[in-house]
């Protein structure tokens, strides 16, 4: 398997990790953000949406981490990313959604390019937009972890799933954004358990080639 990532993107780190949790060879191949090369005619030719990132297996081209991450947990179902109850699984998905959905999108380049080029914000403006989007996420992100009767070291239970795969990367960008992350002790708590994986220390930003 290739896929096209760029070491900051939140999308392209969660499926990093998504990979490295299931125990999968890639290649990676860079598409430097900060210079458009995701714009270039050559990619838009392998993702049409000309966003990071894109996996490519075979004669097949994925794209969108939700729908590449699914993917992977129906093809390569050992290790699981979801819990077997569906209920369990359910919730996992809803945690997994609330940064995909709902503090992800927000805070994406495209979003704070707009920002910055067409309405003048500067850089403090820009983390105070991040800020607004990431904090009510992360109130509901720890009161739900926290309203399950399962404990563990993770977002559910023993392992890491699906929602770690998510919040890790969002945590990342609130730190690059300012975020003081001290009203969120088990976040933190989680983020440092997942970090004491090899999975995730190879998918952290600051380890990727394309990240000097």
């Not at 990676?28 to 090369?37: A, G, I, K, S």
């Not at 910055?116 to 500067?122: M, P, T, V």
Request: proline share 8%.
């Amino acid at each position: 398997m290739k896929i096209y990532d760029f070491f900051r993107s939140g999308s392209s780190h969660r499926l990093r990790i998504a990979l490295n949790l299931k125990g999968l060879a890639y290649e990676q191949v860079p598409v430097n953000l900060r210079t458009e090369e995701h714009l270039r005619a050559d990619y838009a030719r392998i993702n049409p949406q000309q966003m990071v990132p894109a996996l490519v297996d075979g004669d097949h081209v994925l794209v969108q981490s939700p729908a590449i991450i699914e993917w992977l947990e129906e093809r390569f179902p050992s290790p699981p990313l979801l819990p077997a109850d569906p209920y369990d699984r359910a919730h996992v998905r809803a945690l997994a959604a609330l940064v995909g959905c709902d503090i992800h999108p927000l805070n994406n380049r495209r979003v704070l390019e707009r920002l910055r080029k067409r309405f003048g914000a500067d850089e403090a403006t820009v983390a105070e937009w991040c800020g607004l989007w990431i904090r009510p996420g992360f109130d509901a992100y720890q009161a739900l972890v926290s309203s399950r009767a399962e404990t563990g070291p993770y977002s559910f239970g023993l392992r890491p799933t699906l929602a770690d795969a998510y919040l890790v990367p969002q945590m990342e960008s609130a730190r690059r954004f300012g975020v003081d992350l001290a009203a969120w002790p088990r976040l933190v708590q989680i983020e440092e358990e997942c970090g004491r994986l090899e999975a995730f220390q190879r998918a952290a930003p600051a380890r990727q080639a394309d990240a000097s």
